[in-house]
């Protein structure tokens, strides 16, 4: 069976280095992103399964780009992440499959991957 792919959208390599290296233990092909720049082009040549996009990055805004994606690529899976519980009631996070506070324990992240693979 081909490996899923995910996409993970974050401004911090520590963030991006930790979700790369756990979720490639469990299997997945990681592919990651600093920022917004290009997203769209990238989604278009590697079509991951699943986007892990955070929402505050320096000069881009992680809602901004749900709206982006969601409007070219209606299905794509998109999980949004943040160190903010804040976001949540936002109107445009609502677009999200799921949204996830960031914690080095990704074990809701990983289930929530899990179920949009499903």
Not at 2 to 8: D, E, M, P, W, Y
Not at 46 to 57: H, N
Request: glycine share 4%; with cysteine.
């Amino acid at each position: 069976m081909a490996k899923h792919k995910i996409l993970v959208v974050d401004d911090e390599a520590h963030i991006r280095l930790l979700y790369s290296e756990e979720l490639a233990e469990d299997g997945y092909d990681v592919i990651t992103k600093e920022n917004g720049q290009g997203l769209l082009e990238l989604i278009e040549t590697e079509k991951p399964d699943v986007v892990v996009l955070d929402i505050k990055m320096v000069d881009y805004n992680g809602l901004d780009l749900l709206q982006d994606i969601r409007n070219k690529y209606y299905d794509l899976p998109v999980i949004l992440c943040s160190a903010y519980d804040t976001f949540v009631d936002d109107m445009k996070s609502i677009a999200a499959d799921h949204y996830v506070v960031k914690s080095f324990d990704l074990a809701e992240l990983k289930q929530k991957i899990a179920s949009v693979l499903a």
